[in-house]
């Protein structure tokens, strides 16, 4: 059983940064699609940015030139580098991860960015 856990998280400050880590346990993680999705109160979870097996990325028009993806094969850990923070950017981030069959979640972790 695949399980995800994210870290990295909490209060950040407008124009900062911070590194959210996702460690992945209970199969092959090489294989998998990962990526960080987030949801603010009242909104719907949205795709922040993912990366293929092979290392391809995509970004949500929102983070582009800000955030960014990386993976570490050997450390099952997907990460996301978030600079230039806003507080648009606060929201609940989950990890997630897909290969051709079931999809995993991480538990969800709190990104607030305030002064």
């Known amino acids: 059983q695949v399980q995800l856990v994210e870290s990295g998280g909490g209060l950040g400050q407008p124009g900062g940064s911070l590194r959210l880590s996702c460690v992945f346990s209970g199969s092959i993680f090489s294989i998998y699609i990962m990526a960080w999705y987030r949801q603010a109160p009242g909104n719907q979870r949205e795709l922040v940015a993912s990366i293929t097996s092979g290392g391809r990325t995509n970004y949500a028009d929102s983070v582009k030139g800000r955030f960014t993806i990386s993976r570490d094969n050997a450390k099952n850990t997907v990460y996301l580098q978030m600079n230039s923070l806003k507080p648009e950017d606060s929201a609940v981030y989950y990890c997630?991860?897909?290969?051709?069959?079931?999809?995993?979640w991480g538990q969800g972790i709190q990104v607030t960015i305030s002064s």
């Open positions: 997630h991860s897909s290969a051709s069959g079931p999809q995993y």
